[in-house]
């Protein structure tokens, strides 16, 4: 058979294994791993690295924020950035607005996102007004093939603990995975009001005012509720060694938890938040920038198993009027827009921080970047794999080539991790068989990219929780759960 385009003696990383093989690629799709294959194209992936394209889980893009500032990154700047930082597919939120139908909300994010975006992509659906009405239409987004969505404790769109256990019963019911930001908002706010009426107003208090045990409590709270509803949680972007601990606890007792972080929580510190003239509103975001001994904990989670991917939360605020400073200079820390930018630099910075130094296997980079997610969200085997009849989403890295981090290809004005030397960057980025990236140029337009219809979260290897107060057998008969 001869192929589309056949990627020629590369050394292939899966999340179980490394071999060395050529691809071939018909349709869109690998047909074939094997040797001394033929194709009309060929790319010569010789001592190379070829893996599973990224799958980006977690990035806010053309979404605006509780605020009202919409990100800089739309799905065309956004994607772009995202394929140069070696990623084929990703999944962005959909906020729902307070009052708004959960198919008014798709409608929406399918117009921002369907002529935009240069890769495959999908939504987490963010519910923010989750009333019954909400909740007895989300099984269309099922039927859309959007099979997580995403709340909060804090902040003004936070659920109450009854609300999540109402989300979390509809998505087990229908396979799907829920989403937590987990942080006390009580705490959060009380914290907030004593510095500020204090006179400690500059960015650097963005740190103390979410303190860690305000992230611990909420992950507590989070998993117990998670528990009760034998239902599947994901804590998105946790930042303390205490909660990466819960989350190992409670996937010991076999609950379907699932936990990620982030690389401003591993590469950055609160010392940032501390740069002169409201340059530390730069590194503003929410859990905070915390210390080293945090840093050193959470690669410990990383490897060895706690977290099921490392996400960007790319979250773009330019530095001026149009993000950063939309209320002005003269504002407390919470004036200032929250999130920073890093879809472009996650896996760069995983591979160079991560597997040439040691902390994690090349195998255990693939899973925490694409295979992981993929299973997670429902996209596997069509995503996340390099096996027949998957979907030839494929990065092709340099292991050897070396940057300077600067100037990325988002829509923003500053990049945090800027400076940093960085080894190991993705060259080839292919979608379904497309050159997206190659030889440092784009090679696709705005809307080639996809949506990915997803599926259920796979749960397998855990055993969820059985407790007697919820369990027919042990509760005199009560049917809980149906």
């Not at 889980?57 to 140069?84: K, L, R």
């Not at 530390?280 to 099921?308: M, N």
């Not at 096996?387 to 988002?410: K, L, N, Q, V, Y």
């Not at 960085?422 to 190659?438: A, E, F, M, S, Y």
Request: glycine share 10%.
């Amino acid at each position: 058979m001869k192929h589309d385009l056949v990627l020629k003696g590369g050394k292939l990383v899966t999340a179980n294994e490394t071999f060395i093989a050529d691809i071939g690629i018909k349709g869109g799709k690998i047909a074939t791993l094997g040797e001394s294959l033929d194709g009309y194209d060929v790319i010569n992936a010789d001592e190379k690295l070829v893996m599973p394209g990224g799958i980006e889980p977690h990035c806010h893009i053309a979404q605006e924020s509780g605020m009202g500032v919409m990100t800089s990154d739309d799905y065309e700047t956004g994607s772009i950035s995202a394929a140069f930082g070696g990623n084929s597919s990703f999944v962005p939120f959909a906020a729902q607005k307070k009052g708004e139908s959960i198919s008014d909300t798709i409608d929406e994010y399918d117009r921002r996102a369907e002529t935009k975006s240069v890769i495959d992509y999908s939504y987490h659906l963010i519910l923010t007004d989750p009333n019954q009405d909400v909740l007895n239409e989300l099984p269309y987004a099922f039927e859309r093939g959007i099979t997580s969505f995403k709340v909060f404790m804090t902040y003004a769109t936070r659920v109450t603990d009854a609300q999540l256990l109402d989300i979390l019963t509809v998505a087990r019911r229908h396979g799907g995975l829920t989403m937590v930001h987990a942080e006390n908002h009580d705490m959060l706010s009380w914290m907030s009001n004593s510095l500020t009426q204090a006179g400690y107003t500059e960015p650097r208090y963005h740190a103390p005012a979410r303190p860690g045990i305000a992230e611990e409590e909420a992950i507590n709270r989070a998993i117990s509720l998670s528990k009760l509803a034998n239902a599947p949680l994901m804590i998105v972007h946790v930042s303390t060694p205490t909660g990466a601990e819960l989350v190992a606890k409670a996937r010991m007792d076999g609950a379907y938890v699932f936990s990620e972080t982030c690389p401003q929580y591993i590469f950055l510190t609160r010392e940032d938040l501390n740069k002169p003239k409201l340059e530390g509103a730069k590194y503003i975001c929410s859990p905070p920038l915390r210390d080293v001994a945090t840093q050193e904990a959470l690669w410990r989670h990383i490897a060895g198993g706690t977290f099921s991917v490392v996400s960007s939360d790319h979250a773009p605020y330019r530095f001026d009027e149009s993000g950063k400073f939309f209320n002005g200079h003269n504002v407390d820390f919470r004036g200032f827009a929250n999130g920073m930018p890093g879809i472009e630099m996650r896996l760069p910075l995983m591979f160079s921080e991560g597997v040439l130094k040691g902390r994690i296997s090349i195998n255990q980079f693939v899973a925490l970047s694409s295979t992981n997610a993929a299973r997670l969200y429902g996209m596997l085997p069509r995503k996340g794999t390099l096996a027949i009849g998957a979907d030839a989403d494929i990065a092709i890295w340099d292991p050897s080539e070396t940057r300077i981090a600067g100037e990325m290809h988002d829509a923003m004005d500053y990049n945090p991790f800027e400076g940093m030397k960085i080894k190991g960057w993705p060259t080839t980025v292919l979608n379904r068989g497309q050159r997206v990236i190659d030889d440092g140029k784009l090679h696709v337009k705005p809307g080639d990219g996809n949506f990915i219809y997803r599926g259920r979260t796979d749960l397998s290897g855990l055993t969820g929780s059985s407790l007697p107060e919820t369990e027919p057998k042990t509760n005199f008969g009560a049917e809980i759960f149906k």
